[in-house]
């Protein structure tokens, strides 16, 4: 087995990280209107700068800002679509665990016009990020096309904007292709579409949701490869790009269940992406059957390692599933990261900034260990 120096890396992880209390504070600050977006910038910038440091001193390839500059890990990136806006609506997302149940409430939104791309999403932010990293590649992280139309379905989108629903994919799709470009043209060779969806499809109580908003919840996943592959299949040379499909992560809740089985055949072998970051790191994921459906050329990153509580997992135990896994893919196509981000919001997930490192260090020297 070889280092990869393209991505997916053997050790990787997906993106967000644990948010520091300085940053938490200035946040606050900014929101009561006692420090200006200047000065809410500068304790991002020192946050980033440190976030940087700590996944470069632990040995990983790849390193992300955290998604420090946002509030949750899609919602900042789809309201900044042209023709996509906020409604009064509050959209609320069950969420659960072993204690009990939650909710995540956003603003729901609207497709209210033509979906475009004016400003460049997270451009400064990426600029910004591969202006400070020294051995690491600079990963961004954003949410998929299908994360627009997911949570409200055909009733979000104006009838009298697109009366064809296929003018609306075409036009998101295309505004996704160009992001992707100017993203290229930025520099960024490591991009990572994040999807909850096509992990939420493989649930039957997510499905019947989806069927009783009258949509073909069956095929919906379909639909969703073909708008990521227009999204991506003009992508700047050099640039890798993976996805990350997991069940939910609010504050170490979840919000589905079931494994990959449904959508696999057709997600590993349609999807044009270069590797699948999956959440693997209890029950609720599955068994490993469905990565014999992965096809050569494509990697699998298992997420073993739990972003959802602080206790540590040991090598050995991440070592026996890895050689389970590898009954169903070669290990060469296998790496590892933990199973979500650490902070998909702003409020992160119960466990300590020390247990955050801990599991990140575990990751690389547990790949380092089988791969070399």
């Known amino acids: 087995m070889t280092k990869r120096h393209t991505p997916p890396f053997r050790a990787d992880h997906v993106g967000s990280l644990l948010r520091p209390a300085p940053l938490l504070k200035a946040r606050e600050e900014f929101k009561a209107g006692r420090i200006d977006a200047d000065e809410l910038k500068s304790v991002e910038d020192s946050a980033i700068i440190d976030a940087i440091k700590l996944q470069e001193e632990i040995g990983l390839q790849s390193a992300t800002d955290g998604e420090f500059r946002r509030t949750s ?9 042209g023709g996509i ?3 009064d609506e509050q959209l609320q997302v069950a969420f659960k665990n072993a204690e009990g149940t939650t909710s995540f409430t956003s603003a729901a939104l609207k497709v209210n016009d033509q979906v475009t791309l004016t400003d460049t999403i997270f451009a400064d932010a990426f600029t910004f990020l591969k202006n400070n990293v020294t051995t690491a590649t600079p990963k961004l992280t954003i949410p998929s096309p299908s994360m627009v139309h997911y949570r409200g379905g055909a009733a979000a989108i104006d009838p009298a904007i697109y009366p064809n629903v296929d003018q609306f994919w075409h036009d998101l799709s295309a505004a996704y292709a160009e992001e992707v470009r100017r993203l290229g043209e930025l520099g960024c060779t490591y991009l990572q579409l994040d999807d909850t969806s096509l992990a939420y499809l493989n649930d039957p ?4 949701m989806i069927a009783e908003r009258g949509e073909d919840a069956d095929h919906q996943h379909l639909r969703y490869i073909k ?3 227009a999204a991506i299949a003009n992508r700047p040379e050099g640039m890798s790009i993976t996805t990350h499909s997991c069940r939910g992560n609010f504050q170490s809740y979840w919000a589905a269940e079931g494994g990959y089985d449904f959508v696999a055949e057709a997600l590993f072998n349609e999807l044009d992406v270069d590797g699948f970051f999956l959440e693997y790191d209890d029950a609720r ?5 469905p990565l014999r459906f992965m096809p050569k050329g494509k990697m699998v990153v298992l997420g073993l390692v739990t972003t959802k509580k602080g206790a540590l997992e040991s090598k050995d135990q991440l070592k026996r599933r890895i050689e389970e896994a590898s009954q169903f893919v070669p290990l060469d196509q296998i790496c590892l990261s933990p199973q979500c981000g650490f902070s998909s919001t702003v409020e992160g997930n119960s466990l300590t900034f020390e247990e955050q490192k801990a599991k990140l260090r575990l990751v690389v020297e547990t790949a380092n260990e089988v791969w070399g």
């Open 85 to 87: 806006a906020k409604t």
């Open 73 to 81: 890990w899609h919602m900042d990136f789809i309201y900044q679509l």
């Open 285 to 289: 994921s599955g068994g490993f059957e």
């Open 205 to 208: 109580a997510q499905r019947q």
């Open 227 to 229: 708008q990521i592959n």
